[in-house]
């Protein structure tokens, strides 16, 4: 077209656009945004629109949003589309941001915006913004099609909100696969496995779902949650074509259960010796079932298969640390150091009056930190006179190595529950969200507290989350 010396017009430089999204070609992007600039084109809305997708669609967020920026005039479109492109590359908050900057300029979101802004909401700490979305769509009688549904359901159940997620599927007329998958799931990773899997039962007797390898991954899932081998035994043999995801779910299934004859002959039928995440799931089952021996056999393994994750060498400190072998600890510690490698640190946070407050172990930053460890240490008392036990110290095989030096209170989402506790009303849930895998101290402290205080108390790790309430959790203490 350009060696024709043909007229280029704004829907020839958005189908270019709409072919470098689909190539995902940043060189080619870059021509045809030179072309738009070169024909005085740049800043035509739907050309600047096609322009910031191509950007987006090509992994280059920065060049969409400098785009953006330089437009004179957006519509909905433009701001629908840099929303996007904030949310698929995590920046979440300044997704938030745009949007509120969208409504102050006068311009109404409609089901696509609302539905491309909802994964920001899908956290702990922004739970009330998704609820003031969800609002918002009933306020003004936006589409509320099953697919708005569905990004609202997955906002519900990653912001800890289970019960509203399971309203919205309620109140569904029509659900497709995603909307089951996301229930299914959603229920497993809040402890209910056994509703997961009610619902799927239910799923299958609908003809017109096709089930693909997500929904069995869900099932899956649920089969763990809930325990139940027959039946994960029974779902998997259905699939076709078996992915390593399913296979590392089967494996955690059979691992959560004890059966870990029955683990290791299941990874060497399906050839997943090399499998990080099938080793870590069996990891998981030495840690439930107390294999301390077998625990560290496998964080070896992991030690050879991934020798550049600072995390396994923090497991296998922590077994030596644990097995009074200060030695091993500190040729280990050598080790990683020598490696270059930086073991993750832990964090906690809880929002609290629309600020989230972080919190590392031992933290003593926090303008309240003297009430904050009152409050924990006048809850461990109570717990002791009560006839409890306190926090168990076992660290074997847990994945933080600076929890080890740290009073028993201090952990970091012990800091951040108990100024949940010091700053809400009774009978508030408290919310809190880990970057790492509860401990198993922390995990018997917050149950204690959970009927202490006769509160629920939702803690959310990267496995799933923990509803400690009247001194017992969802997780069934497996987790």
Same mark, same amino acid.
């Given at each position: 077209m350009l060696w024709s010396k043909a007229e280029i017009d704004p829907v020839a430089l958005a189908t270019a656009a709409s072919t470098c999204s689909l190539l995902k070609s940043i060189q080619k992007a870059r021509n045809v945004h030179k072309i738009a600039t070169d024909c005085g084109l740049e800043f035509h809305v739907l050309v600047?629109?096609? &322009?910031m997708k191509m950007y987006i669609d090509c992994d280059s967020l920065e060049e969409a949003r400098s785009l953006f920026d330089a437009m004179p005039s957006r519509d909905l479109i433009s701001w629908t589309e840099v929303i996007r492109g904030h949310v698929k590359n995590g920046g979440y908050n300044e997704a938030l941001k745009l949007f509120c900057l969208m409504t102050r300029a006068g311009i109404k979101p409609d089901s696509l915006t609302i539905t491309s802004i909802l994964p920001a909401c899908a956290r702990v700490p922004a739970h009330k913004q998704g609820k003031e979305l969800h609002g918002f769509l009933l306020r003004n009688g936006l589409d509320m099609n099953f697919i708005v549904k569905n990004a609202l359901m997955d906002m519900y159940v990653k912001s800890g909100f289970i019960e509203l997620a399971s309203n919205v599927f309620t109140s569904m007329i029509k659900r497709d696969i @995603?909307?089951?998958?996301?229930?299914?799931?959603g229920y497993s990773l809040h402890g209910q496995g $056994? $509703?997961?899997? /009610?619902? @799927?039962?239910?799923?299958?007797?609908?003809?017109? &779902?096709?089930? /693909? /390898? @997500?929904?069995?991954a869900a099932v899956l899932h649920a089969c763990v949650t809930a325990c139940n081998v027959d039946l994960g035994m029974s779902y998997f043999n259905r699939i076709k074509?078996?992915?390593?995801?399913?296979?590392v779910?089967?494996?955690? &299934?059979?691992? $959560?259960?004890?059966l870990f004859n029955e683990s290791r002959l299941f990874i060497e039928e399906h050839r997943i010796k090399s499998s990080a995440g099938a080793l870590r799931a069996l990891l998981d089952g030495c840690r439930i079932h107390r294999q301390v021996t077998m625990g560290k056999r496998i964080v070896e393994k992991l030690c050879e298969l991934e020798p550049l994750d600072a995390e396994n060498y923090v497991l296998l400190s922590n077994w030596y640390a644990e097995n009074a072998k200060q030695d091993m600890v500190d040729k280990v510690k050598t080790r990683i150091n020598d490696m270059g490698l930086k073991p993750k640190s832990a964090y906690s946070w809880i929002e609290f009056r629309n600020k989230v407050h972080v919190f590392g172990t031992g933290d003593v930053s926090h303008p309240r930190s003297e009430k904050i460890y009152w409050e924990l240490q006048h809850l461990m008392k109570k717990m002791e006179d009560g006839g409890g036990h306190g926090p168990n110290s076992e660290f074997s095989l847990h994945d933080v190595d600076e929890e080890r030096e740290c009073i028993r209170i201090g952990h970091c989402e012990m800091l951040a529950i108990s100024l949940g506790l010091i700053s809400t009303q009774e009978r508030v849930t408290v919310r809190v969200t880990k970057n790492l895998r509860v401990c198993r101290s922390c995990h018997d402290f917050a149950k204690a507290i959970s009927k202490i205080v006769d509160r629920e108390i939702i803690v959310k790790d990267p496995n799933c989350f923990h509803h400690f309430k009247n001194g017992s959790c969802s997780c069934g203490d497996l987790w």
């Open positions: 600047s629109n096609s &322009l @995603f909307s089951w998958t996301i229930m299914i799931l $056994r $509703r997961g899997l /009610d619902l @799927f039962s239910e799923m299958e007797k609908n003809p017109s &779902l096709q089930i /693909d /390898d @997500f929904a069995h074509s078996p992915t390593v995801t399913h296979c779910l089967m494996v955690a &299934l059979l691992a $959560r259960a004890g």
